[in-house]
């Protein structure tokens, strides 16, 4: 049975200010819940019976079952697949040998979740295991964020930092930053992208702010087709994101 206090504790998770003080996030639907667990330490898992009896090997601090009428309490799915989980947030660290071998994605206030998501899922996607937000970006355990990433979460690393200290540092070691602008060097002629580095996304409505900007090494735009004719102002930033990630990614092919 779900008791008033799990019921009162998996829904104040909704809230940052609750996440942060406890560590805590919620994961919802079979998929991601499945792929997390095989990374994160789960501490309860809520599900309908017959969804424990599909999938018997899941693994929890606390698992307890729950009915329909109980899952309504919880979900925040408008048809939910019978399982919710709360995960311990990790607490990943990096150095900068490692990550000086790599390349690495970096976001300058990113603010809307599901970009935030769909951007774990293409670094998932293009082997890129870690990504560093500028304090300000949108929070990775956020319901949204977690949904979006499509279990990506559970292997790309993301580490919250002061950017433009974390670039500094990157910048003394001569490590690559690429960042992207709507006046950059065509990516599609650029000869020289590096198999390592920093490619930086910017905000949304803004782009990458100016103290951030003092630190990229090399301008990188996407340019429109065909070039010199009306067009949208700009790309969505996941949508940009996936295409400069391919382009790096297949100089290697």
């Known amino acids: ?3 008033k206090s799990k019921i009162k504790l998996i829904t104040s998770l909704s809230h940052k200010k609750y996440r942060d003080e406890g560590g805590l996030f919620i994961a919802e639907s079979t998929k991601l819940v499945l792929d997390l667990m095989s990374e994160m330490e789960c501490v309860l898992l809520v599900a309908t019976n017959s969804w424990l009896k599909t999938n018997s090997n899941a693994k929890a601090d606390e698992i307890i079952e729950a009915t329909e ?3 309504s309490k919880i979900s925040s799915q408008k048809t939910p697949q019978g399982v919710l989980a709360l995960f ?11 990550i000086s071998a790599q390349l690495n994605l970096a976001l300058d206030d990113v603010q809307d979740p599901g970009n935030l998501g769909t951007i774990i899922r293409i670094a998932d996607w293009f082997g890129i295991r ?19 990433t499509m279990g990506a979460l559970a ?9 433009a200290d974390f670039l500094q540092k ?20 650029e000869k020289n992208l590096s198999e390592n580095g920093i490619i930086v996304m910017g905000n949304e ?45 297949r100089r290697i092919f």
Do not use: W
Not at 156 to 161: M, P, R, S
Not at 171 to 188: A, C, Q
Not at 220 to 248: D, K, R
């Open 170 to 189: 990157c910048s003394k070691r001569e490590l690559p930053i690429y960042g992207t602008f709507i006046d950059g060097e065509n990516i599609y002629k």
């Open 69 to 71: 009428n109980e899952f």
């Open 1 to 3: 049975m779900l008791s």
């Open 205 to 249: 409505g803004n782009g990458i702010a100016s103290e951030i900007e003092k630190f990229v090494s090399k301008r990188l735009s996407v340019p429109n087709f065909p070039q010199g004719e009306s067009t949208s102002e700009s790309l969505n930033v996941g949508i940009a994101t996936a295409l400069v990630c391919a382009e790096f990614r």
């Open 155 to 163: 292997r790309v690393h993301v580490h919250y930092v002061n950017l």
């Open 88 to 98: 311990q947030k990790p607490n990943y660290s990096y150095n900068f040998e490692e």
């Open 130 to 148: 870690d990504i560093f937000c500028s304090l300000h970006t949108a929070d990775v355990y956020g319901a949204k964020t977690v949904q979006a």
